[in-house]
């Protein structure tokens, strides 16, 4: 089964707005990354943030984890019609290969 | 430096037949992974390989898939006997370790059984 859940599936803003993304896993994890897929392509790591931290910026990214709730959100800021795209959570635990979930659809509106 | 390859890019193949898929990962990039996505879906994890480890064959979902790596780098995924199902895009990935650090990844086949 999927360890990582996206939520919503899909999302709609206009450009300049912010979009947030939240991903709900079930067990243990060591870390958790978000992926960004364009086209249904190759994914591109965005972030990584370790089961130790709480929260992770990196330029317009902002990744908060809640380990009590087993879950994490990811906010991009000033959206930009380039950052239309599907955006994944996966997370990792022991030595297990990443573990994706089906990921929110964004699109941003010029 | 280079990123990680894919070929073909796109394979259209008949209902019965073998094909392969090829990826070269990061040179020095110990850790590949091969993903499904079906249209709409996430990654369905199929095989792993890790150095010279036994590889972790536990996402193949049949014994028509097999994978192997050769000289720890270059690795080729095989649908034997391909059904309509077996159609989605095939992601390689390589990391510098297992699991634990991101993983880049190649664009990906598309392949389609008629």
């Known amino acids: 089964s999927q360890q990582g859940e996206e939520d919503p599936q899909a999302l709609s803003i206009q450009e300049g707005e912010n979009a947030t993304m939240n991903c709900s896993y079930k067990t243990s994890i060591n870390n958790l990354q978000w992926y960004r897929q364009n086209s249904g392509r190759g994914l591109v790591h965005l972030i990584l943030?370790?089961?130790?931290?709480r929260e992770k910026h990196s330029g317009r990214l902002r990744v908060t984890l809640d380990t009590s709730k087993k879950s994490s959100s990811l906010l991009i800021t000033a959206s930009r019609a380039a950052d239309t795209a599907s955006y994944f959570c996966a997370t990792v635990y022991g030595n297990t290969p990443l573990v994706f979930g089906k990921g929110t659809r964004l699109s941003v509106i010029a | 430096g280079a990123g990680v390859s894919q070929s073909p890019s796109n394979k259209v193949t008949e209902k019965g037949k073998d094909v392969e898929l090829r990826c070269d990962p990061i040179?020095?990039?110990?850790?590949l992974y091969w993903y499904r996505q079906s249209l709409g879906q996430g990654l369905e994890f199929l095989i792993y390989?890790?150095?010279?480890?036994?590889?972790?064959k536990s996402g193949l979902p049949s014994d028509r898939f097999s994978a192997e790596r050769t000289g720890g780098s270059v690795s080729t995924l095989t649908i034997q006997r391909t059904q309509q199902e077996d159609s989605a895009v095939y992601l390689c990935?390589?990391?510098?370790?297992?699991?634990?650090?991101?993983?880049?990844f190649g664009p990906g086949t598309r392949l389609t059984v008629t």
């Open positions: 943030i370790r089961s130790n931290e």
């Open positions: 990935a390589s990391s510098l370790e297992t699991g634990l650090g991101e993983q880049y």
């Open positions: 390989f890790q150095g010279n480890s036994a590889p972790d």
């Open positions: 040179s020095g990039h110990t850790a």
